[in-house]
């Protein structure tokens, strides 16, 4: 079973209206954080936003906000009035394990990507 | 450094040759994770590396793919007689030691076997 489901490939929305791209995950561990990147057609990886398993509130930052919903194991991004920039790919992942545990390994596992379009 | 450096950006080479991919994690992250991003695809992990020593390769597809970590610092990623179906986009990223998150990225080197 995959880690990580994203089910829209290509994603549409005009400028400034807001948009949300779905995730979910599974996993048996009670300890796991939750990433969403973009990756413009550059390549680079950029962080956006990260919820913690524990976390009580869902994350937000800036125009971005992650509606986390823990008993359906899903962790969608909302991006709010949406830009041209905000073309790119979208990738949400996930780590698994205890953070602080010192040397652990917290390798990331992605999904595989919603190319969002934005447009004028 | 301020980021993460991966050199080359590209690299075209023959099928059947052996490849060297670097990376300059930022100072101080002592923990470097290889990734390989296919056409189209999300990332795929390939090997952690805590200091110099490597607790788990068990993404490397083959054994091919080898790679190392020097000094707690630079990383080599080393595919030996390459296929096509290496091609792809290889992102290295690192991060503090005992944080779960902060991941920085760099921006990748593209590797293409003809």
């Known amino acids: 079973a995959q880690k990580i489901t994203q089910t829209q490939p290509g994603m549409f929305v005009q400028e400034k209206e807001a948009v949300t791209l779905d995730c979910t995950y599974d996993?048996?561990?009670?300890?796991?954080?939750l990433f969403w990147y973009k990756q413009p057609s550059s390549g680079e990886m950029i962080f956006l936003i990260y919820?913690?398993?524990?976390?009580?509130q869902n994350a937000t930052e800036g125009r971005y906000s992650l509606n986390f919903q823990k008993a359906r194991k899903s962790a969608n991004l909302v991006i709010s009035a949406s830009q041209l920039g905000d073309s790119a790919m979208y990738f949400c992942a996930m780590r698994e394990g205890t953070v602080g545990s010192g040397g652990s390994n917290y390798k990331l596992t992605f999904g595989k990507g919603t190319l969002l379009t934005v447009n004028p | 450094g301020a980021g993460v450096s991966q050199s080359p950006s590209n690299k075209v080479t023959e099928k059947g040759k052996d490849v060297e991919l670097r990376c300059d994690p930022i100072?101080?992250?002592?923990?470097l994770y290889w990734y390989r991003q296919s056409l189209g695809q999300g990332l795929e992990f390939l090997i952690y590396?805590?200091?110099?020593?490597?607790?788990?390769k068990s993404g490397l597809p083959s054994d091919r793919f080898s790679a190392e970590r020097t000094g707690g610092s630079v990383s080599t990623l080393t595919i030996q007689r390459t296929q096509q179906e290496d091609s792809a986009v290889y992102l290295c990223a690192s991060s503090p030691r005992t944080t779960g998150y902060g991941y920085t990225f760099g921006s990748g080197t593209r590797l293409t076997v003809v």
């Open positions: 100072s101080g992250h002592t923990a």
């Open positions: 919820q913690g398993s524990y976390d009580q």
């Open positions: 996993t048996s561990d009670p300890s796991y954080g």
């Open positions: 590396f805590q200091g110099n020593s490597a607790p788990d």
